[in-house]
């Protein structure tokens, strides 16, 4: 889910298929990673975290991966919905030592075809 | 809770012109950050505070660029004299201490500024 030049990379998936989003972060030393969700003109929303001790955590229709060991980040969404069309942030930070601020990934744009 | 709250939601303004940014975070949270998003860029971390304190402005992109806390309910970031390359959305978040718990950040709807 890295950036290329001005484009975002797009995700173009058929309505009901699952998707697949990824994204590689930066900072070995990260422990708290967040995939944020940003709809045309709303600010980035919450989707789902992952705390650096779990290599899995499951929601609702979304569940997201974590490999430290190369230090990549998955979602995975099921069944994908027109709504779902958005572009998907990952973001990372550590709480070891307080609360440093989130890190964002250049995002991914996911289009939804019904 | 009606969430983190900004104003005015656009702004367009003339280079060189005074632009003033306002957040009401969310009540209770201690930890307050700006950031900007641009295509080129993406979001970018201008400055947080922690407890109305500035913790780190090291990305607040020029002297024209400030930020304040006067207190936990509001913050304003302010361009003077504002500049075409100015021109982006600028979001507030707001967050509760690290620790155990959720602590991600809840953001605002943005401010889209246009300087001409």
């Known amino acids: 889910g890295e950036s290329v030049g001005l484009h975002l990379p797009t995700l173009s998936v058929q309505e009901g298929d699952n998707s697949i989003i990824n994204c590689a972060y930066s900072?070995?030393?990260?422990?708290?990673f967040i995939w944020y969700k940003q709809e045309s003109g709303k600010g980035p929303q919450f989707i789902i975290d992952?705390?650096?001790?779990?290599d899995k955590r499951q929601g609702q229709r979304v569940t997201v991966l974590l490999n430290k060991t190369v230090k990549h980040l998955s979602l995975q969404i099921a069944a994908t919905q027109p709504g779902d069309s958005a572009v998907y942030f990952c973001?990372?930070?550590?709480?070891?030592?307080?609360?440093?601020?989130?890190?964002f990934g250049k995002g991914t744009r996911l289009s939804v075809i019904a | 809770d009606a969430g983190v709250i900004q104003s005015p939601r656009h702004e367009v303004t003339e280079m060189g012109q005074e632009v003033t940014l306002r957040c009401k975070p969310i009540?209770?949270?201690?930890?307050l950050f700006w950031y900007r998003q641009t295509m080129m860029r993406g979001l970018e971390l201008l400055i947080y505070?922690?407890?109305?304190?500035?913790?780190?402005d090291s990305g607040m992109p020029e002297d024209r660029f400030s930020a304040k806390m006067p207190n936990a309910s509001f913050s304003t970031l302010k361009i003077q004299p504002s500049e075409p390359r100015d021109s982006a959305v600028y979001f507030c978040?707001?967050?509760?201490?690290?620790?155990?718990?959720?602590?991600?950040?809840?953001f605002g709807q943005g401010t889209r500024l246009t300087v001409v």
């Open positions: 978040a707001s967050s509760l201490a690290g620790g155990l718990g959720t602590t991600e950040a809840f």
């Open positions: 900072n070995s030393a990260s422990d708290y």
């Open positions: 992952i705390r650096s001790n779990m």
């Open positions: 973001a990372e930070n550590r709480h070891e030592k307080g609360n440093t601020p989130l890190v």
């Open positions: 009540s209770g949270h201690d930890y």
């Open positions: 505070f922690n407890n109305n304190v500035p913790i780190d």
